[in-house]
């Protein structure tokens, strides 16, 4: 490990760089892709829509027809899912949203605009062309790129997806991560809670974080502090999935196993970064599995999956993706005391402003429960109350 503590920026582009994208592929039912990330580039056979329609209800005619005085006899009745005829010269057609404009017709003018009358049609003020028109490949053409590979396939995607016909996609195959929780004071809910043991909050948070990103979950719960249990759920866990999360036992403690357990199995490396909530970042490698270690704290836990080990997923997913993007706000509180270290703090948005919990200890979890996201805090840095400071959606770090 290097002795000098590593910027948040440098020690993620560090593991990003470790991060290998998956390459197997398979195909998977468009229906059954929410979360999976696309593999083969989505190109369109249909073009979309694929005829010039109407985007109201209303009348379709020439503009040449139009005048303020004359009433326009009403020729034919297009409802969506039809096709009308030829628009007869000096009249209108009843038209319908998603109707196709039929040929003849230059402009659809709203039904609200129009005056009808036994059967004919009159609108006073002078319709353009093209108006109310959805014109025939404007949203996508035959033979486009409708979706990248690489692309996360969201509801928007799958919607796409089904607009253009696809009824499977090729995929990247799921990646697997195998997590397990160390900590002898650890205790799963639903079991007897002893005189000074702890509920194990980080296999819920985990758990659910790696599921929301399409990963497999292998969960081979909980190991006690003790170095050859440590290396034997290790080992099965390098052989179940690709990925290795742990949470706990990375600190130097003599009851944290998790590093010599790395070393013995395959190899470690460990970036100091200077930042807070956190510890240092452990990754290594065990067989053929990236291994990622968590701290223990549940509040540093979080915190450090979502600006490390997360980017680090998406890449080796194959994901595309960006980084999180953040904005300014005006700080709702004081903050005297510059920290030595870039601190995240537990934040919400009232009314305008950025409060804090008011106890920001990273075991603090009801901390992350409550906020909407994290004021992000320059070592260094005091905060006058008014001063803008950064903000971090807490949505921005799980997209
Ligand atoms: P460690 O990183 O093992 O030194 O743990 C740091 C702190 O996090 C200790 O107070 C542990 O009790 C707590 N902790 C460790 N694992 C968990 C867990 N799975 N759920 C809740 N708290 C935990
Ligand atoms: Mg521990």
Known sequence: MSESALSVDAALANLLAAALPITDQETCPTEAALGRVLATPLVSEVTVPPLDNAAMDGYALRLADWSAESWLPISQRIPAGSLGGELAPGTAARIFTGAPVPSGADCVVMQEDCEVNDGKVRLVTAPRVGSHIRRAGEDIRAGQTV??????????QLGVAASVGAVELGVMRRLKAAVFFTGDEIVLPGQPLAHGRIYNSNRATLVALLSQMGIEVVDLGQVPDRLDATIATLERAAL????????????????????????????????????????????????????????????????????????????RMGAESQPAASFTMPAGFDWPKPGKRREFL??????????????????????????????????????????????????????
């Open 346 to 399: 537990r934040a919400r948005l009232q009314d305008g402003w950025a409060m804090l919990y008011p106890n920001q200890s990273s075991g603090v979890l009801t901390s992350l429960a409550w906020a909407d996201g994290l004021v992000d805090i320059e070592a260094g840095a005091s905060v006058e109350n008014g001063e803008s400071v950064r903000f971090i959606p807490l949505s921005e770090l799980l997209k």
């Open 240 to 315: 179940a999935a690709d990925v290795v999360i742990t949470s706990g036992g990375v600190s130097v403690g003599e009851e944290d196993h998790i590093k010599a357990a790395v070393e013995r199995l395959g190899r470690i490396e460990m970036w100091k970064v200077a930042m807070k909530p956190g510890k240092p970042l452990v990754y290594g490698r065990v067989g053929n599995a990236d291994f990622l270690g968590l701290p223990g704290n549940p509040v540093s836990a979080f915190v450090v999956f979502c600006l490390f080990v997360r980017p680090f997923l998406l890449r």
């Open 147 to 156: 979706l990248e590979a690489g692309a996360r396939l969201g509801p928007a």
